[in-house]
Each structure stands twice: as structure tokens, then as C-alpha cells.
Nanobody, 128 residues
Framework: VQLQASGGGLVQAGGSLRISCAVS???????????MGWFRQAPGKEREFVAA????????PYTDSVKGRFTVSRDNAKKMVYLQMNSLKPEDTATYYC???????????????????WGQGTQVTVSS
């Protein structure tokens, strides 16, 4: 399973950005067996959970700091996962990583150690 994150960039505080994660190495029928997660890592800090989405998209946990501002979604036919980020703040500046884990039913991992596959990350910078 390979993951490719993209769409990062520089945005002003209050702005919006959508980052994407393309998954390859699995068929469309297999991709829907994977829960997907977004994590971020700021310089000098540990990687932290941001959002996740269950296999069918019905369960979407978020970390408290992004609730109401970020929305995670997926397109199983395209094998894509998205993170729509609105009302961005300077503290959202980080490298954002997507991750995948084969799961059962609606289980949606939120801990970094629960994921098996990782993308290379995309940089999001929010200027004040």
C-alpha cells in the first residue's frame, strides 16, 4: 500500500486549504477495507492525530483543536482521502501525513501506533 499526500501550501490565517491523499497498491474493492487517518507534525513537536475516517466514511473522529474547522472525507471509487481545512490558524502549521490501516467494520484508529502505512507528508504553512 502506497500513500501520496499532496495539496499543501502557504495560506493566510483564516484561509482554507484542501489536502489530498492518493492510495495505490490496492484495488478499489480493497481500499474500502482501510480506515484512513490524518496526522501532523510541527517542527520540534511529536506527530499528533488530526482526523480519521472509517471504511464507509460514517465515523469521523477529530482532535479537539480542529473540530468545526476541518472535515475529512473519502472517495472509495477513486481511492482518495481528503482533509478540508477552514479557518486556518498559525498553529495549524505542520507537515501533514496520511495513514492507512486495514480494519473491521467502523473501527477508526486515532493513535499513531495503530496505523500500518504512511505517506510522505505535505507541508501546510499558515501565516499570521
Amino acid at each position: 500500500v502506497q500513500l501520496q499526500a499532496s495539496g499543501g501550501g502557504l495560506v493566510q490565517a483564516g484561509g482554507s486549504l484542501r489536502i489530498s491523499c492518493a492510495v495505490s497498491g490496492v484495488s478499489g474493492g480493497t481500499f474500502n477495507r482501510y480506515s484512513m487517518g490524518w496526522f501532523r507534525q510541527a517542527p520540534g513537536k511529536e506527530r499528533e492525530f488530526v482526523a480519521a475516517i472509517s471504511r464507509s466514511g460514517g465515523n469521523t473522529p477529530y482532535t479537539d483543536s480542529v473540530k468545526g474547522r476541518f472535515t475529512v472525507s473519502r472517495d472509495n471509487a477513486k481511492k482518495m482521502v481528503y482533509l478540508q481545512m477552514n479557518s486556518l490558524k498559525p498553529e495549524d502549521t505542520a507537515t501533514y501525513y496520511c495513514a492507512a490501516k486495514s480494519t473491521i467494520l467502523t473501527f477508526t484508529p486515532t493513535h499513531i501506533n495503530e496505523y500500518d502505512y504512511w505517506g510522505q507528508g505535505t507541508q501546510v504553512t499558515v501565516s499570521s
